[in-house]
């Protein structure tokens, strides 16, 4: 790998071109009795999955379908069906275009009609999009004919073509379709192959997790881990991988060895139900190193992943360890990575820049202008094709450091202020299994900058010293207020849905502090004007957490500001900030800790 800073190159290590289609033929004939899938009917082997596979593409072939052609992919998860869909798509020489049956209808016609699709697999069969033109069964049971190959019907797809079109959220709302070839899908599935379990290889024997909608890049990655390898591929209903608690038995039961995940779902898996896998994958968002401390234990690798749709999956990797910090490590086999300035130069080592990226897994935008845009050539790199990806990393021989997105910014109090940077200190603070950051806006009309945390079960968190800690690493404007949530709302993707985190919090008490409705009227009142202001209830305030936002509170009342400043910076319960509200003799103090003796010698006197 090439050694310059700011510079990783490993496109001269590509593995050779060839197509899906190829490495499921491989596999089929090196494991043909293998199983290959495996659900509730039972499972299917690498020679009854391509027979039936054969059997799909020629039916969709029937019906009109031609190499070149995108088909639509809606169907149930957790079903053998899903996949053979897919695969017989691909057999065909078409690409596929998974929408998520969740997904809202609205959603599903704008993505199919971006995709100029010829038709969509659901799970009455080929609905082609012709008007009047009939739905074709190609699910109708038929017998998986005997041997490995199939009479030719079609043309077999070409490096060059599509393999997948996966749409993106887009900054105007507006989904962007992502165009994946099979050069860049089967070097993706073959460079993984040389980069995990190196001194025990993923083989027949193993079990695969399928819990990722397929209309998420990342379920490629759980599909062709099993079948590069001739393992068997488990699909699980979604509702079972979000459920936490009921996974794990389900997980033992089916003896499942390899998962793939986000570090969101994994979060909400006891550890026991991993008991069994030997190969953990996080990527699609940050890692916290107190997920890697609870999972990463000797007998199993744990890998955390970074990659743009846009650039096939996955493009780097790092192996990660107790008590290691985490990074997103170096290019995978056939990928160039380079970090640069504004001015597009490479930087220095420990320097934080944009990644950019090249190579072999480069995708292409269906929106011929967007596409030039974004992977326009870099002359300072020397790359004719070049995709920005956004993301901020901090150079490091050892791997990358991610470091958050560089346009995922906010505007707080005049300030222009990164979410991803404040995510990263989230995700360090001791007991936190994910996080979030998000701007809301308060019944009063101010911004409050809110961190969102998920703490891990059993977990002891220190809301103080977390805050400290903060306040130590972030300036003072982006240290957020903190709300502890019992999880963290999750898109289909299963990253971590912004938009769906919970506001106003809700004021459910806690062990340090009283509930509003507890208080006594005048301390009601006051923990009302704090909710109006600042959007959280009075119990989910801690030390030093209104450091930036006692302006905001200055608002409602110069006096009331001051109490709030004293109840803490001063160490107050909120009862007693409230008594000094029936002081009439209280005045504005500018200095916290002489008001903080003021009001002990006033406590005093009085009891």
Known sequence: MTETPGLMSRSAEAPSPRTLLDVLRSTTALAPDASAIEDDRGALSYRELMAQVDVIAARLFAAGVRRGDRVGVRMPSGTRELYLSILGVLAVGAAYVPVDLDDPEERAQLVFSEALVRGVMTAAGFEPTAPDAATSVVFDGAAARPGTRSTPFAPPPDPADDAWIIFTSGSTGTPKGVAVSHRSAAAFVDAEARLFLRDDPIATTDRVLAGLSVAFDASCEEMWLAWRHGACLVPAPRSLVRSGMDLGPWLSSRRITVVSTVPTLAALWPAEALDSVRLLIFGGEACPPELVNRLAVDGREVWNTYGPTEATVVSTAALLTQGEPVRIGGPLDGWDLAVVDAEGNLVSDGDVGELIIGGVGLARYLDAAKDAEKYAPMPTLGWDRAYRSGDLVRFDRGGLFYQGRADDQVKVGGRRIELGEIEAALQDLPGVSGAAAAVRRSAA????????????????????????????????????????????????????????????????????????????????????????????????????ELDADLTRLAQVDQRKARIVELRFFGGLEVEEAAALLKISEITVMRDWRMAKAWLHKELVRDS
């Open 445 to 544: 009309g101010n911004d409050v900058l809110v961190g969102y945390l998920a703490v891990a079960h059993d977990a002891e968190f220190d809301r103080r010293a977390a805050v400290a800690r903060l306040r130590e690493e972030l300036p003072a404007a982006l240290v957020p207020l903190l709300a502890v949530v019992e999880e963290l709302p999750v898109r289909t993707s299963g990253k971590v849905d912004r938009a769906a985190l919970p506001w106003p919090v809700d004021d459910g008490g806690d062990e340090e502090g009283s509930t509003e409705a507890e208080l006594d009227p005048v301390a009601r009142n006051l923990a009302g004007d704090w909710r109006r202001v600042l959007g959280l209830p009075v119990p989910e305030l801690v030390l030093a």
